[in-house]
């Protein structure tokens, strides 16, 4: 029996103390299952209360408490980009890929079944939710890089790499965490520089930006 | 009215020959709209026939027809694919980027709301057939590349930068196919090359691939 388990079934707790309770048993559960293998009972079980709670909080069941927990864990993926603009660009990448890396590591199954499509969960509504940690990936490596108006070409290079990250990160996933996360890492900064020095043979703004990644490593 | 239409509505044709002409008119049809924009009358009206002979043909209705036509799309694409193992292999690369974009390009709008996600008419299904087709090209570098047991780093970039590739023609489109497809091409093979010599720092079997590469440029 978890911690969460052995909570009194109604031990008072405010509104959103309890929305969040249950939000986190949710993502417990998505997290290392996929969405059709949680059923509300599970989330009941696993947050120590009854089903009619879990609806009264969520009335549109599971695919409302999927689209919430999802949105909690987007927002958690979003704090993995954080990081203080100082010291060396790539060192400030390594740090974000790390911290992502490890969201990866800890929502597995939750995070292939979202990302691999076909799910039954999945909805307009839950590919806007992706969309926007890509996005915002997006935005905070264009922030770091320091590039006022980005041309076409070096946004491309940029979504592109993130898109290969992603892919990466599944077929880690199914790779059983292979190669090591270490590894991984640094192979995906090295390419994230490979990829920009192809773009500036053809990109002058690129090409100053990968002399100033040189420069500054 | 284009020719299609204007065909006699029940001019005979055999099952199989009237199948193939309704998959025509959903593939034109799905190729420039997104799957909601497309009704069963649309596909009648295409094709110069009743929406009863529609059904007759497809009883699982819109969705049963659209997962046909995707089905005879990814074969189309896969033959984009089919390349002589002759000449140098960013020769052929070249050769089988430039079928692939002209497919893109021929169905910009279907093939952005398949690989978006989020489309109502995405299922396990439709997922499993897009699948089929990334793996279909893994396979085929792999073949090309003449490595007979490909190790899981080498596989692991093969299949990045195949994802790469499908992300760089989402935003293609999105940009109003911009840059030229010529220069879109040139850069996805040096991408190739780049994301392969970084693997090489740690993959003897990428490294000696590599080396042939630059040997047969």
Not at 100 to 118: K, P, W
Not at 156 to 175: F, H, P, Y
Not at 196 to 201: D, E, G, H, Q
Request: proline residues 6%; hydrophobic residues 45%; charged residues 25%.
């Amino acid at each position: 029996m978890t911690p969460q388990a052995a909570t009194p079934a109604y031990r008072r707790l405010g509104v959103e103390e309890r929305r969040n309770q249950l939000l986190d048993a949710a993502l417990a559960l998505f997290a290392h299952r996929a969405p059709e293998e949680v059923t509300l009972d599970d989330v009941a079980e696993q947050a120590g209360v009854s089903r009619p709670l879990v609806y009264r909080y969520f009335p549109g069941g599971k695919q409302q408490l999927y689209e919430a927990a999802l949105r909690s864990a987007a927002d958690e993926l979003r704090l993995c980009f954080d990081e203080p603009r100082e010291g060396p660009l790539l060192t400030r990448l390594s740090r974000a890929l790390d911290r992502y890396l490890a969201f990866v590591d800890g929502h597995d199954t939750g995070f292939s079944a979202l990302l691999r499509g076909g799910s039954v969960a999945e909805t307009s509504r839950t590919t806007a939710i992706v969309d926007g940690v890509r996005r915002a990936a997006a935005d905070h490596i264009m922030r770091h890089l320091d590039v006022a108006d980005p041309g076409p070409r070096l946004r491309m290079t940029v979504r592109m790499w993130i898109t290969a990250v992603e892919a990466a990160s599944l077929i880690w996933l199914d790779e059983g965490k292979q190669p090591p996360v270490d590894e991984l890492r640094d192979w995906l900064v090295e390419q994230f520089l490979a990829v920009l020095s192809v773009t500036a043979r053809r990109d002058p703004q690129t090409a100053t930006l990968v002399g100033t990644l040189a420069a500054d490593a």
